[in-house]
């Protein structure tokens, strides 16, 4: 198994380590958590090794789909390892049902369901604030070709099409979430990143309480719980 070496990267989250085998990369998942451009600072407890457990059962759920994802196993409670990706700039949100910057963009109320979902892309800019960007912006600044936006838009729906049933039937609402796609060394896009309550918005289905990092983003309380709660269900 490959061997952790430099670290090569830190974002907000998680930290990124090179490893013996220029084809493979370790993600370690940190407790930090930030909001609104790290504007707002803090840590959760164990959020790494939560975020760790739900991710990686979620990519294993996604691979048995048929869709191909970075995750190749932990290599313990808080360590991932990944196939290297060449990160796309752009992140992409899938939305089911009115919240967030969707709610602020249209005065749609929150929690109206959609009547399909909306694809949205975002250029991965810490600087810039994450601007919403459209196919025009990704093609003229190269961030992205035409196949490449074609085949993000359809992984993204497949990725909705695989969590949406699969987190109801645990009585969670798949309300949004936001996805990260790289190329691979022989060319092919490739979902990466991490997929969990940092990424994603859940409300039980029945009372719509808030189980993701809104908790934390709008000072909700037991933001832990929340956590450990959806951990709990998705492995269950
Ligand atoms: P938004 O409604 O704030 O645009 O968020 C849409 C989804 O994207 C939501 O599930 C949270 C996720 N998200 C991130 O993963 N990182 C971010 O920096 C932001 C703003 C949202
Ligand atoms: N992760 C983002 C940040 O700190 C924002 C968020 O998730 O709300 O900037």
């Known amino acids: 198994m490959p061997e952790k070496t430099d670290l090569i990267g830190e974002g ?3 930290k990124i380590y090179a490893t013996d085998d220029p084809t493979k990369l370790i993600f370690y998942f940190k407790d ?27 990519f294993r759920l996604l691979e048995s789909e048929g869709i191909d994802t970075h995750f190749i196993e932990e290599k313990n409670e808080r360590e991932m390892l990944v196939e290297r990706l060449e990160i796309i700039p752009i992140e992409t949100v899938v939305r089911n049902i009115v919240c967030g910057s969707l709610q602020k963009r249209t005065g749609h109320p929150e929690g109206e369901e959609l009547v399909r979902p909306i694809v949205e892309f975002y250029y991965k800019s810490d600087e810039l604030g994450d601007p919403m960007i459209n196919d025009d912006h990704c093609l003229v600044f190269d961030w992205a070709t035409h196949g490449e936006l074609e085949e993000i838009r359809h992984q993204a729906h ?19 979430f936001k996805l990260e796609f790289g190329r691979t060394h022989d060319g092919r896009v490739l979902l990466g990143d991490e997929i969990c309550p940092d990424t994603c918005r859940f409300w039980d289905s029945k009372t719509h309480k808030k189980l993701d990092k809104d908790r934390f983003r709008h000072d909700l309380g037991d933001v832990e719980g929340a956590y450990q709660e959806i951990a709990r269900r998705v492995t269950n």
């Open 12 to 14: 907000k989250a998680k």
């Open 158 to 176: 497949a990725v909705n099409t695989v969590l949406k049933p699969f987190m109801a039937e645990r009585g969670i609402l798949l309300v949004d």
């Open 32 to 58: 930090d958590a930030t909001a609104f451009n790290a504007q707002k600072k803090g840590s959760i407890e164990s959020k790494g090794e939560l975020n760790l457990l739900i991710s990686a059962r979620l």
